[in-house]
C-alpha cells in the first residue's frame, strides 16, 4: 500500500474514472488536476474538486504514474498455482473508500479453479459488500474480474454477488480489525 499524501496531479489525456462511492463512469479530460489520495491494488484513488473517483492501473499513465505489471505463471502451472495467483490477485482489490483488500475485509467466500478440456482455466469466486447498497458493488465485481482474467491461461472469471449470510465485521482478518479499530 502506498499513501500519496495528496500527491498532485494533472490528467495529460482522456481516462476512463469512476465516482466514489456512487459508481457511475465518467471520462476526465486532459488539464484536470486534482490530489492522488491512495494508491492501492493498481487503482488510484484521487480527488478532484471535492468529488473522489478511481481510476484503474492501465490508466497510470494518464496521471504520470507507472501502469501496473501483469501477473505471471511459472511454467507448466498446476491449478494450485493458478488459485494461489488468483488470490493474490484478490489481495490487488479494494473498495475505493477503504483501504484495506477484499479478503482481509471478509468479503471474499469462495473462490475456485476448474481446468478445461482445452489447457485453459475458469475461476469462480463468490464475493459480498459491506453494505449491501453500495454503488461501487458492481464496479467491485468487475474489477475481480478483470484481474483473474489477466492471469495467464484463465479464460473466464465468474463471480457471483451475494448476500448470503451478510457481511459483518467479524468477517474481517485480526489485522484488519485493528487496522479499522473493529476489534
Not at 67 to 83: F, H, I, K
Request: negative net charge; charged residues 25%; glycine residues 8%.
Amino acid at each position: 500500500m502506498r499513501s500519496y499524501d495528496n500527491e498532485p496531479f494533472v490528467v495529460n489525456r482522456e481516462v476512463h474514472a469512476v465516482v466514489v462511492p456512487a459508481g457511475t463512469e465518467l471520462t476526465l479530460q486532459p488539464g484536470t488536476s486534482g490530489y492522488i489520495t491512495q494508491a492501492l491494488g493498481g487503482s488510484f484513488t484521487v480527488y478532484i474538486e471535492g468529488n473522489l473517483y478511481r481510476i484503474s492501473g492501465e490508466d497510470a499513465d494518464a496521471i504520470g504514474k507507472e501502469q501496473v505489471a501483469p501477473p505471471q505463471l511459472p511454467p507448466n502451472a498446476t491449478e494450485e498455482d493458478v488459485l494461489k495467483l488468483a488470490w493474490e490477485q484478490l489481495r490487488t482489490c479494494y473498495d475505493p473508500e477503504i483501504p484495506i483488500n477484499i479478503v482481509e475485509l471478509g468479503l471474499v467466500y469462495d473462490c475456485s479453479v476448474q481446468a478445461n478440456e482445452d489447457g485453459t482455466r475458469c475461476i469462480d469466486v463468490k464475493l459480498t459488500l459491506t453494505a449491501p447498497g453500495c454503488g461501487m458493488g458492481e464496479i467491485l465485481v468487475d474489477d475481480v474480474r478483470d484481474k483473474i482474467e489477466r492471469i495467464p491461461t484463465v479464460s473466464e472469471a465468474r463471480v457471483e454477488l451475494t448476500f448470503d449470510p451478510p457481511w459483518n465485521p467479524s468477517m474481517m482478518s485480526e489485522a484488519a480489525r485493528l487496522q479499522t479499530g473493529m476489534y
